[in-house]
């Protein structure tokens, strides 16, 4: 009941819309309660005088209110959509800027189809308890209330065996919701299951056909969908039998009525006219008789999708910006990682006791084997992760005292997994930037040489890239990321493994570029090539989370150690120096 009361909140937020609709609705529902009234009037003058002039006032006051019922009926069907269609906005909207404050450790544990099916399946279903659950289901309650009062003011007696019933419905919708909810928990979840299976098929459908999985994918897709549809049988099934037990208990009070009402008619206690309003009374009953079992899986849908909803929204982000945090102004580049320690929430230690200062203008290259700790010193930087022990700072600011946006404009990141979206290349070069200059995208793509090729596309910088840049290789989305974060000019460069998709010619070509940009920015490379790691000023050798080599090329070279196997293994095979040939001939010298 709370994430349902929690969700009203949002339809409050458009307070003239849920009264217009309330008022409408209340409106609708008095009108509807005259018409029995006035037929029951109409027969009891019809037996006793028979007037033709008060036949006919009767029956156009009964066509008036009827035609004002089924004005104020739209009036509230327009004003709840309205009103539903508003709040899901809003929920919506909360939800996606939810998602974007969130740090990666909060992705890393949630299934993006999952996510998906929150935003849509989830919302829908609130928007379906604010639309007929909140208002019209308000109806049921107005409807209920004025039949019983007319009702008892005509005949206490026969109000009291028409009222007989209503407890015997108040349990069975009671118990309807209780078993409803968990069902309908469960097929939300279900939903969000299957759509991450669909996400994930369709994003690797090239890995599907590749390896002829498709009876493989089809099955996994099927069980969740099968799993959806016996689950929703279910909820159907408990649903159709509550409608027609209370079309049973609605049709045995009719006879109940009939037969005591027509002791009360015998008895002068009770004219026929008014028998006939009380059955007549007994039909406007079976609205919210027959709408108590939809109302009851509408608030019990909704309260498993408002609750799988409030995960979200109600989730703390790993990493949160101080309330007084203060702008980063634009930094000269000095970092300094100090007994920095990384550790995920699943407790493993990703990095631990590291140290390093990196001067304004230096490049750093980072090596070390799968695991040993590169990209999570990469992202703690612009704080993706947040460190555990320790402190980082550029020119002497902690990154935890700033504001995320101006760290984050400060510290340019090419990351490993690139990621191209569906609009034009010029687009996905100036991401996130308003009012770019033509001229600085083109220098963004010429020194990432990528500039002849979107030359050589017949709309050039205006040509669509399709959905995650299928239509463009991997060197050439790793260009174009490098391209994208150039046009930021930050000052602080991270390029996480930024060249591992090009092939030789274009790395040097791109190394040459890369030579121009990082001069005067400090840079953190994650490298494999040799001629990025000869360059740096200082090289970190790192394995299993800890630093356990420092030093230039040469100076490493020397120490025999971790850098010069990771050299024998890895570099020396793209090294066609003089000396390293002698070396590969001939033996070590």
């Not at 217009?20 to 037929?39: C, I, W």
Request: net charge neutral; no cysteine; proline share 3%.
């Amino acid at each position: 009941m709370s994430v349902l009361i929690r969700l009203t909140k949002y339809a409050f937020r458009h307070k003239w819309y849920l009264i217009g609709a309330y008022a409408t609705m209340t409106a609708s529902s008095l009108s509807a309660l005259v018409v029995p009234r006035m037929l029951g009037e109409a027969i009891d003058e019809a037996l006793a005088s028979g007037l033709q002039s008060r036949l006919f006032m009767l029956a156009a006051v009964i066509v008036v209110f009827s035609l004002l019922r089924g004005v104020f009926s739209y009036g509230q069907r327009y004003l709840s959509e309205s009103l539903s269609q508003r709040s899901a906005y809003d929920l919506r909207e909360d939800f996606f800027r939810k998602l974007q404050g969130m740090s990666f450790g909060f992705f890393d544990k949630e299934q993006t189809g999952d996510l998906m099916s929150k935003a849509t399946q989830d919302v829908e279903a609130v928007r379906m308890f604010i639309s007929m659950g909140m208002v019209r289901g308000i109806s049921i309650f107005v409807t209920l209330g004025a039949v019983l009062t007319i009702m008892a003011v005509t005949n206490w007696r026969l109000t009291l065996v028409s009222a007989a019933f209503l407890p015997l419905i108040l349990w069975r919708a009671l118990s309807m919701s209780r078993t409803l909810r968990p069902i309908w928990m469960r097929v939300q979840v279900e939903m969000g299951a299957m759509t991450t299976v669909l996400q994930e098929n369709l994003s690797g459908m090239r890995v599907v056909k590749a390896f002829g999985a498709r009876s493989f994918e089809e099955a996994k897709f099927n069980s969740r969908a099968d799993a959806i549809a016996r689950l929703t049988y279910s909820a159907t099934r408990l649903f159709a039998s509550q409608g027609s037990l209370m079309t049973f208990i609605f049709t045995s009070a009719t006879g109940a009525i009939l037969w005591y009402g027509g002791r009360e008619v015998a008895a002068d206690r009770l004219t026929p006219g008014e028998l006939a309003s009380f059955i007549l009374f007994m039909g406007l009953l079976g609205m919210p008789v027959r709408m108590s079992g939809w109302l009851m899986n509408t608030l019990s849908r909704a309260s498993s999708a408002g609750q799988r909803l409030y995960d979200v929204l109600d989730a703390e982000s790993p990493v949160t910006q101080k309330p007084d945090a203060v702008p980063l102004p634009r930094v000269a580049g000095r970092v300094a990682f100090e007994n920095v320690s990384v550790e995920y929430d699943e407790g493993g230690s990703a990095a631990h006791d590291i140290n390093f200062d990196v001067q304004p203008g230096q490049m750093v290259a980072l090596l070390g084997g799968p695991g040993s700790g590169k990209t999570t010193i990469a992202h703690v930087i612009p704080r993706f992760y947040d460190v555990s022990a320790g402190r980082i700072t550029i020119d002497g600011y902690d990154v935890r005292d700033v504001t995320l946006s101006s760290l984050r404009r400060n510290v340019g990141i090419v990351m490993q997994d690139v990621f191209v979206f569906a609009a034009s290349i010029k687009d996905n070069i100036a991401y996130g930037l308003d009012d770019v200059d033509m001229d600085e995208v083109v220098r963004a793509a010429k020194v990432a040489q990528l500039h002849d090729f979107i030359e050589g596309l017949p709309d050039g910088y205006d040509t669509w890239v399709g959905e995650r840049g299928v239509t463009l290789s991997g060197g050439q989305r790793q260009r174009l990321a490098i391209a994208r974060t150039l046009l930021l000019d930050p000052p602080v460069l991270i390029l996480d493994d930024s060249t591992s998709s090009v092939d030789m010619a274009t790395e040097h070509r791109l190394q040459q570029a890369l030579e121009e940009v990082t001069r005067g920015r400090t840079t953190l490379v994650i490298a494999h090539r040799l001629s990025t790691v000869r360059r740096a000023d200082m090289i970190l050798v790192l394995d299993d989370g800890e630093i356990v080599e420092r030093g230039t090329h040469d100076a490493l070279l020397q120490q025999n150690g971790s850098y010069r196997s990771i050299y024998d293994l890895q570099l020396r095979p793209q090294d066609h120096t003089p000396a390293a040939v002698a070396t590969a001939v001939g033996g070590d010298t």
